[in-house]
Structure formats: C-alpha cells, structure tokens
C-alpha cells in the first residue's frame, strides 16, 4: 500500500509568495511494521551486506555488558503488540505481565569487557531507486546505516552512527548471518523491522531560518487565525485541540525521511558545516521517534487515517534517539566526507 500526505489544509505559497525561496523535496519514508527483504529498502531489515566483508564493530571503551538483552526487547515488543492487538482495551494479560516483569535491564553480559569490540545493529537500509531525495557519492545506490545500540560515545555521550554507501551490484555472496550485540544500552536505540512506503513531498524552511520580514508575515497570520477562533468561540472536544501553524502544518512533516530541512523547536538554529571543506551540510536522513503526533495530524497519511489513535501505530520503529529526533548531516559538495550528528 502506497502512504498519501494530504494537501496543505492552506496553499503555502498562495499564502507566502516569498516562501519560493525557501523550497526543498523530501522523501518521506512511512515506515510501517512488517518482514522486509533482503533487496528492499526497510529499517531493521536483512542487509545487502558481502559474505566476505568484515561486518562493522564499535570499538569505542564503554561499558557492553549492562543493559537489556536484545532478546528481551524484541521479546518484550512482540507480546505487547500481540496482546493490544487482541486486546485494545485492557493489553497484556496478567499472565504476560508477569513475564514482562521479568525482563528487566542488568549485568547480562558479564565476561564482556569495556574494550570488547560489539557488533553494531543495522539499522536502516535504503536504495536510491526507491528514494528520490537519496543523494551519495556517484554510482552508488545503496545506502547502510548502521550504529552502537549505547547512547554513551564522545564527549555529547551520544550515538556512534556509521554511513556506508555501496553498489548493490557488487554484492554477489551475501552475508545471511548477521552478528548482532548480546545487550544493549536503551532498549530505545534497537529499531523494529519496518518496511517502507516512501514518498516524496515538498517542504518549507524552518520558520527560525526564514528572513525577519516574512517571520513576521507568518506571525501576524497566525495571530489572526488565533483571533478568528476565539471570536467563533470554537470549541474541540477532549484531544481533538488543534490550531493551524506554519511550524506543524506548512514547514516540515513529522517522522522518518530522507532529504528535506531540519526543525530546530528545541534549540536555536544551529549551522552544521562539513568538518573536511567547511560548507553548509544537509540533513540526509532524519530518525524520528514518531510519525505523527496531535501537534501534527495534517501530515498523517490518508491511509492511516483509521489509525491515528491505534496503541503504538505512531511509532511502528520504537526508536527514541534524542529527545525523539537525530539527523544525519552530510557534505552536499563531496558525500564521503564525514558525516555529522544532530539532535532535537
Ligand atoms: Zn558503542
Ligand atoms: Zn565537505
């Protein structure tokens, strides 16, 4: 099933002429649970990884061995989304709860040194065929990201992200057992198996990077907007509040996506320039902890519609990076220069 965002509830540009300035495509992922394959683009999925290719370590001294058991989170996933589905009302029985009560974080790898190398997880696979917004370095086609399930590395103690481009062509033996950590820091940091519905949309620039005058514009017809309720003395049930803005209706949509700009609602804009040639990075791709949020529902696909409110189906990847959002930025003049983090 192809994922559909709605039309803009207004014309942004009819609006703001200005804001033809401030105009860029990306591709929204929508990734949704489910058993992707090993030539699909997917989070979580099987990778297109060579048999004879080292697979990548974190190598950074940490503590490994304290944390929850991989296991016990996927484990922990599927009965709790077993049981609401059956369930929607009451979730796990008091049967599974107990099990649920014995899963808990600890020492469960105790041999594993700090300087112990660990497999980093694979974490989102994407093929430039299926993305239009996925731009790497020419004449290659897959991209692999990959990171340490420990929110613990440099000095912002934070995520180790690997980017790996490949030509998918050159993969011929491929690597079917993928070695995977024992534990892991946050049970947050391991990203549920998702298959992709991507679509390419366009966005406006954060409302914070857009020239003072047109700030302006957009805050005096919010303001309005603001009045003309009031005056209408509209009234929305329970959770149903919801005022139209630039920032959650017009600018940047919510969730997983490839390209676009970055939202900066938590800190001030911040410059990411590229640590190699100084220019101004991009975001490549953005990690989100939801696909939508009340703060959102303009973006929430036609599709979905039935389930907005469904336990669970805003975050069918269950990560939580940040306080809900990472970005990787990368260098617009030459791809393979490093890659850089950022956090909202
Ligand atoms: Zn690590
Ligand atoms: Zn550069």
């Not at 059956?86 to 008091?94: T, V, Y």
């Amino acid at each position: 099933m192809t994922r559909t965002t709605p039309e803009r509830p207004v014309a942004p540009l009819g609006l703001f002429p200005e804001l033809s300035g401030y105009r860029r495509t990306g591709t929204r992922l929508h990734p949704r649970k489910g058993n992707p394959e090993l030539h699909e683009s997917s989070v979580a999925g099987p990778f297109l990884w060579p048999a004879d290719e080292p697979w990548p370590m974190c190598q950074a001294v940490h503590e490994k061995g304290r944390g929850h058991r991989l296991a016990h989170v996927r484990l922990r996933r599927r009965i709790l989304d077993d049981a609401w589905r059956r369930d929607p009302q009451r979730g796990p029985s008091d049967e599974e709860r107990e099990i649920l009560a014995g899963l808990q974080p600890g020492l469960h790898a105790p041999d594993l040194r700090d300087t112990d190398p660990i497999p980093m997880l694979a974490a989102a696979q994407l093929y430039s065929r299926d993305i239009p917004d996925l731009t790497g370095p020419e004449g290659y086609d897959l991209l692999q990201i990959l990171w340490c399930p420990f929110e613990v590395h440099g000095p912002a103690r934070t995520m180790d992200v690997m980017v790996n481009w490949r030509r998918s062509r050159d993969v011929t033996d491929v690597l079917t057992d993928t070695p995977e950590p024992a534990v892991v820091g946050r049970a947050e940091c391991v990203p549920s198996p998702c298959v992709l519905h991507p679509e390419q949309i366009t966005e406006h620039e954060y409302v914070g990077l857009l020239s003072d005058a047109l700030q302006e514009r957009i805050e005096a017809w919010e303001e309005e907007l603001l009045e003309v309720a009031e005056e209408n003395e509209e009234e929305y049930a329970p959770g149903e509040e919801y005022e139209l803005t630039y920032q959650h209706d017009l600018s940047i949509p919510p969730g997983w996506k490839v390209g676009g700009f970055a939202s900066w609602h938590l800190t001030d804009p911040a410059r990411v320039d590229c640590s190699s040639c100084d220019t101004l990075m991009r975001p490549l791709l953005t990690i989100a902890d939801r696909e939508w949020d009340l703060g959102s529902l303009s973006w929430v696909p036609i599709e979905d519609r039935q389930v907005i409110r469904t336990m669970g189906a805003s975050a069918p990847t269950d990560v939580y990076l940040g306080h809900g959002l990472m970005r990787i930025f990368t260098c617009p003049t030459d791809p393979t220069h490093p890659h850089r983090l950022s956090f909202q």
